[in-house]
């Protein structure tokens, strides 16, 4: 599924943890591993890297390091499609005082640029687990079924056990079929009505899909999708989000926030961008 995967390396306290993330990843997907540094190669830094790469048992294994000097969100972007990277994995901040986590300018320029698919994690463990509470966005989007199809592969390759493909009743369209004069139980027909295709229409892209060892259950909410994406991951404590790109960032993504920016901005879990 990934046949190389990229790791964007700061030297902070975290480094040594999302380095055992990535070493975990490779090994699942049997991949190639990347490190992405942009900044002045230093012996002491290399020295450094070293040691981590040992301590995490990765001194035997085929690691690339990449050394760049100049804009950070250019710069890893660039090592992503030199080497043809086809995961990129970023660690995500906390914020100061509360607990709840948010990107920086940096991960979230190469989140609407990279053309590979963007894993984010907000607490990388020293010692890994896999990831077993796996939500995946259904909304009715043009990439919709590539996520999906994505969302299940990875799960297989992890051995989640549970599986949420969360999909959503547009609410203009809620509204406009219950509205008028019609009994509840004429309103709570149509409801259930727009559940059942929402559900149908999640159901036919799973048809078509390997989902053998899955454990999937569909889940249909009314509201704005990113929310509610939000609130259902937080309520069951997921482990990882996976969703879509559906579009390029323009001047008006600044001026009307997107989406997934708003994800971005108080990530639920880790998160998993399929591109």
Known sequence: MYQKIALAIAFSPRMEALIAEAKRLIEI??????LIHVGLKQPELEAKLSEILEAKG?????VKTIWKEGKPAKMILQACEEEKVDLLMLGALKKEGIFTYYLGSVARKVIRKAHCSVLTLIDPQATPTKFSKVVINGTQLEVTPKVIAQGLKFCQAEGAQQIHILNEIKLYGLQMATAGEGS???VNLTRRK???DEIKYVQEILDGLDQSGLKINIKVTAGKWAIELVRYCEAINADILVMGDEHGYTFIDRLFPHDLEEILSDLPCNLLIVK
Do not use: A, M, W, Y
């Open 29 to 34: 997907f049997e991949s190639e591993l990347v």
């Open 58 to 62: 990765l001194k035997t294994t085929p």
């Open 184 to 186: 509840e139980d004429e």
């Open 194 to 196: 727009l559940v059942q």
